[in-house]
Structure formats: structure tokens, C-alpha cells
């Protein structure tokens, strides 16, 4: 996968994926979804990035399970990246991690909640690494651009990631419109079909999600002209330790994945 084609909207030819489990559970779980993840992206032809967590530092509770942590974490995504040669994305949360994290991942994820904290954009952007910007659920398409500007101070190589907006309490809903209002920053714009199909808090100590959506809100964004697709994907999403009501199952991604690329040809 060329990086620094797909860093550039202009430049884009083709579009890709972005998919792993929510947070880094274990060795064993890595392997086996970045495996399958692997095969399914050599059989489709589809380049695909592979998303996992080391820490969930917005977790509802103080009991949820936050991850690995940055040093196993890391180790973990640094082990896919040997053995499959696939990039990867991980979050962060303090601008301290940015320069630490960077020396193993392709690109630096940005958690929606934390969209517009200045520190934390300067840090990711100064590595020289790809910042994917996740949209804060509190924020309009529009109000993006300022983010972008924060960014692009020290970084053109920016993405941007749709994943719906607070509809009263407990509730997100996708405005397809913000694709191509985001896209007007010249810069890629994913959506993310799994988190947008989430319910936040819904749970009382954890988040819902409902995911039999997922499948419907990817396939509208592929048609809308979007430049990826950001699912988390899990071997058995009812046994998740995090997000699992808004992940789909790893056997089901390839199906989904060959629709995608077939509504991309059409659309694109």
C-alpha cells in the first residue's frame, strides 16, 4: 500500500479500508483478525489498514476494560506489521504519546471526543505521520475545516472520519451530506460505519450499538463517494471486551467488503 498516495486526496485512484477490533485483547486475537484481514485485502485488491486500540481512555466506566497498554500495545501492532505487512492505526489520547507511538504506526487516530484539543493535533501533526481525525459527535462537517487548519500548520497529511452526530440522549445519526462537505478540504474522508451505529452510554456502564446497520450505512457511504470505510471487526463480537454490540463478526467482513469495492467501481 502506497502511504503517500492515499495521504493525498487528489492523488486518490482507489479506495481503501480501515478495520481491526475496537481495543488490542490479546496476542492470539491480533493475529488471527489481522490474518484474515490480510487475505480478504490481497483477494479483493482493496488496500486496508488495520485499527487496533491500546488503550481506551474513554471508556464509560472505570471498570470497562482499557487495553493493553502502550508498551504491549505496540508490540502488538509492530508484530502485524512484520508478519503481514500490513500499516497500522492506533489512537491516541495525550500529545506525549504522539512521538512514541508514531515510531511504529502509519497513522495517528485522533478520538472523536478529543477532535478539537489543540495540544494533541500539534503533537500528532509534528511526527510527519498521517492524522486521522475522527469528527466529534458535537461538531457540523463545517466546523472541520478549522481542525484541518490546525493540522495543516505542521502536516498536509491528514484524513478526516464521519461517525454521526448526537441525536438526543444515547442516539448518533449520519448526515451524508458531511462527506462531501469535508471532502472540500481536499483531504480523504472515511466513515466510520461501526461507531456510527453505536449507542452511546445506552448500556448505563458500557455503550449499545446496534449492528445489523452497519452493513446498510457503509454501503450509503461507498455510493456518496467517500475515500474509505472504518469498521471494527472481531472474531466473536459478543464476547468483546469493548464496542462489541456495534462490531460485526470476522467471517461476515469479506462479504461485505467485495459489495463495498463493487459500489466503489460504480460510484467512483
Not at 46 to 58: E, I, M, V, W
Not at 64 to 85: D, N, P, Q, T
Not at 180 to 186: G, L, R
Not at 236 to 252: H, R, Y
Request: overall charge negative; glycine content about 6%.
Amino acid at each position: 500500500t502506497n502511504l503517500n498516495t492515499l495521504s493525498l486526496h487528489d492523488a486518490l485512484p482507489i479506495s481503501f479500508i480501515i478495520a481491526g477490533p475496537c481495543v488490542l485483547e490479546s496476542e492470539s486475537l491480533v493475529l488471527e483478525t489481522a490474518e484474515e484481514l490480510k487475505k480478504i485485502s490481497i483477494e479483493l485488491d482493496l488496500p486496508l489498514f488495520f485499527k487496533g486500540s491500546f488503550d481506551k481512555a474513554n471508556r464509560s466506566s472505570i471498570n470497562s476494560f482499557r487495553g493493553l497498554g502502550v508498551e504491549k500495545g505496540l508490540s502488538l501492532l509492530a508484530m502485524v506489521k512484520e508478519k503481514f505487512s500490513l500499516p497500522v492505526v492506533t489512537d491516541i489520547h495525550l500529545p506525549e504519546q504522539a512521538e512514541i507511538v508514531a515510531e511504529v504506526v502509519d497513522v495517528l487516530q485522533i478520538p472523536a471526543f478529543l477532535c478539537r484539543q489543540t495540544d494533541l493535533l500539534l503533537a500528532a501533526a509534528a511526527t510527519g505521520k498521517i492524522v486521522n481525525v475522527k469528527k466529534g459527535q458535537f461538531l457540523s462537517p463545517l466546523e472541520m475545516k478549522n481542525i484541518v487548519d490546525k493540522v495543516k500548520t505542521a502536516n498536509h497529511n491528514i484524513w478526516l472520519t464521519e461517525r454521526g452526530n448526537s441525536f438526543g440522549y444515547n442516539n448518533l445519526v449520519v448526515d451524508f451530506r458531511s462527506i462531501p462537505i469535508m471532502q472540500e478540504n481536499k483531504v480523504p474522508v472515511i466513515l466510520d460505519a461501526t461507531h456510527a451505529v453505536q449507542l452511546p452510554g445506552a448500556l448505563g456502564g458500557s455503550s449499545g450499538g446496534d449492528r445489523q446497520y452497519v452493513r446498510a450505512l457503509a454501503r450509503a457511504a461507498a455510493a456518496v463517494g467517500c475515500d474509505g470505510i472504518f469498521l471494527e471487526v472481531h472474531p466473536d463480537p459478543d464476547k468483546a471486551l469493548c464496542d462489541g454490540a456495534n462490531s460485526i463478526a470476522l467471517k461476515d467482513i469479506a462479504g461485505l467488503l467485495k459489495e463495498l469495492k463493487a459500489l466503489w467501481s460504480v460510484c467512483s
